[in-house]
């Protein structure tokens, strides 16, 4: 055995190490940030050994359940559920619980309620669970105005008031991406330390990407701007190569790409589904959130992703996020289209 090594490891920048450090910076924080964290990372662990062990625990397949987007429910989305819904409201620090496989909000009995509310999907691109595909879990946290007296609105606010969001992708490796307002930062699990530590620190998406995401069977329900860009992407006008097309069909894993890579990330909408697919409070928002924290952009096709203010809880909107420029190239094909 190398004592030695094993002492370096010690020395790691753990994901509670660096809330930690984090939570230094404000001498009047009393930790309640720090403990929620640490609440949501336990949930991320054990979904990622549920994933892990799926085969194996014959968890896989239905559970006899519909949710509420009419999705046939996977025995992990309702297990992730379950663990995400327990790990929160044991930390006794949120009120408001939005999760995407439960129709209405959680409100959390008085006597474990905190000053924060989660909008999270437990268990995202579950249709990829049964071929072991990447997914994940996303999550966005906003304060409370009352703690003691939570409503829906504490979650119906616009996506630039979250004050951190984040995913756990469950793939090769289990890692957690977060953004607490001041960059974004990648976090691997060790699995001989059940420790998620610092490996991708300060992630910065690159200004133009050569990649385009998206569901391209879906090419003749899209709008115009959509169609061009797509179109341009394949066919620069520029003489520059064209981009190359990856779409997992598991938010996270796309997104996760992106940001590291660059290039965009598009659900649009289409004549079939006039506000896209994904869900405005914990699909859009939150990676919304961490591409602009990385310096993309995020929109949807009429604003600025974070600016929009959901009505209901499950609300959907077409997204558009990566990076900068290739995000701008869409914007001005939606402003072109609306002086036409
Ligand atoms: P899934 O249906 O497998 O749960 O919103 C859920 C989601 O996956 C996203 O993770 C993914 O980006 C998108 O839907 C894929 O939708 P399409 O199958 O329509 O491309």
């Known amino acids: 055995m190398d004592h030695e090594a094993d002492a370096y490891r010690t020395d790691l920048m753990t994901i509670t190490r660096f809330v930690l450090n984090e939570q230094s910076k404000y001498p009047e924080s009393r930790g309640d940030f720090t ?88 268990l995202d691109g579950s249709s990829n669970i049964d071929c072991g595909v990447s997914i994940g879990t996303i999550f966005g946290i906003y304060t409370v105005e009352h703690s003691d007296e939570p409503t829906t609105e504490d979650v119906l606010k616009p996506g630039n008031e979250m004050v951190a969001a984040g995913y756990c992708m469950y793939g090769s490796s289990c890692m957690l991406v977060l953004s607490t307002g001041t960059g974004v930062h990648g976090f691997t699990l060790d699995p001989s330390l059940g420790e998620f530590i610092l490996t991708h620190p300060d992630i910065k998406i690159p200004n133009k990407g050569n990649i385009y995401s998206v569901n391209e069977g879906n090419a003749q329900n899209w709008d115009g701007p959509t169609t061009k860009y797509v179109e341009r992407c394949k066919y620069p006008k520029d003489g520059s190569p064209a981009k190359s097309l990856r779409y997992v069909g598991s938010m996270v894993a796309d997104v996760h790409r992106t940001l590291l890579y660059g290039g965009i990330f598009l659900y649009p909408a289409d004549k079939k589904s006039p506000n896209g697919k994904l869900r405005v409070l914990y699909e859009v928002f939150p990676m919304a959130f961490l591409m602009e924290q990385a310096g993309g952009q995020a929109f949807t096709g009429e604003k600025r992703a974070l600016d929009l203010v959901p009505k209901e809880i499950h609300e959907r909107s077409p997204i558009f996020l990566g990076s900068y420029d290739d995000v701008e190239e869409i914007k001005a094909l939606y402003a072109a289209e609306e002086e036409n």
């Open 35 to 122: 403990i929620l964290l640490s609440n949501i990372v336990l949930g991320c662990k054990f979904v990622c050994s549920a994933v892990n062990k799926a085969g194996l625990a014959k968890l896989i397949g239905l559970a006899g359940e519909t949710n509420i987007q009419g999705e046939e429910q996977k025995k992990l989305d309702v297990l992730s559920n379950d663990v995400f819904v327990k790990a929160l409201v044991s930390s006794g620090r949120t009120s408001v619980l939005v999760s995407e496989e439960d129709e209405e909000a959680t409100f959390v009995e008085s006597s474990k309620r905190g000053k924060y509310c989660v909008v999270f999907d437990p």
